[in-house]
């Protein structure tokens, strides 16, 4: 059965859906750790838009104001966004940056959005899912794991950025994942086929 990515009900803003003038790249550091208190557990927010700053790209940074109180400038190719739909955003993307969460995984997988991978620091929680989000990605030649969130430096991040937004088979095996995905059933296809086992499990019982 496959994931069916789902942000609730939630407004998005009108910019979402204009045609970007450049390709667009969304870096995020997920939800689940943003009130986490264990410094230097996620990327430096410097690192990340040091590592863009200089690129032809628009980049969509979903950080709230907590994740922004170390920048002292933020690159004007580089828009600030705490919240928007990544079912909405993603469509128009042509890379993503995150930590290895299933919610922005499964997004990207299901729009075809090559991925960038940077887990989140080993000690803050249990973190081989993420890796083996990143090197299965690798492994399909549809995203790169570009480093340990403790190691990753703005150098590493660009050269992984550069890679799969100027090597079009990056984007054709995230585009081959997503056919892939989409094959499989969904939550819609599975619960008839369960009510009608359970059904006839029970008529069955003596």
């Known amino acids: 059965m496959r994931s069916v990515p789902f942000n609730g009900p939630s407004p998005t803003p009108r910019w979402v859906y204009e045609q970007p003038a450049r390709r667009r790249v969304c ?28 690129l032809d790209v628009e980049v969509i940074a979903t950080l709230d104001a907590k994740q922004l109180d170390s920048v002292t ?16 955003l993603l469509p128009s993307c042509s890379a993503i940056v995150h930590e290895g969460g299933v919610g922005s995984f499964a997004t990207a997988l299901q729009n075809g959005v090559p ?30 794991y570009a480093a340990n969130s403790s190691t990753l430096t703005p150098e590493t991040l660009r050269r992984s950025l550069q890679l799969v937004l100027d ?8 585009v081959q994942l997503r056919t892939e995905l989409k094959a499989m059933p969904t939550p819609n296809d599975i619960v008839p086929a369960l009510e009608k086992l359970t059904a006839e499990y029970r008529t069955s019982r003596p």
């Not at 264990?38 to 990327?43: E, F, K, R």
């Not at 430096?44 to 040091?50: A, E, G, M, N, Y």
């Not at 400038?73 to 079912?87: L, S, Y």
């Not at 090597?167 to 995230?174: E, F, H, K, T, V």
């Open 27 to 54: 870096i995020t550091q997920g939800l689940s750790h943003r009130d986490a208190t264990i410094d230097g557990a996620s990327s430096s927010t410097r690192d990340l838009f040091d590592a863009v700053a200089d």
């Open 73 to 88: 400038k933020i690159p004007e190719n580089v828009r600030t966004v705490d919240f928007v739909p990544f079912t909405s």
């Open 115 to 144: 991925q960038i991978i940077v887990p989140i620091a080993f000690r803050v929680e249990k973190w081989w899912g993420p890796v083996a989000i990143g090197t299965g990605l690798e492994s399909r030649g549809a995203g790169v």
């Open 167 to 174: 090597d079009p088979s990056y984007l054709a095996n995230a």
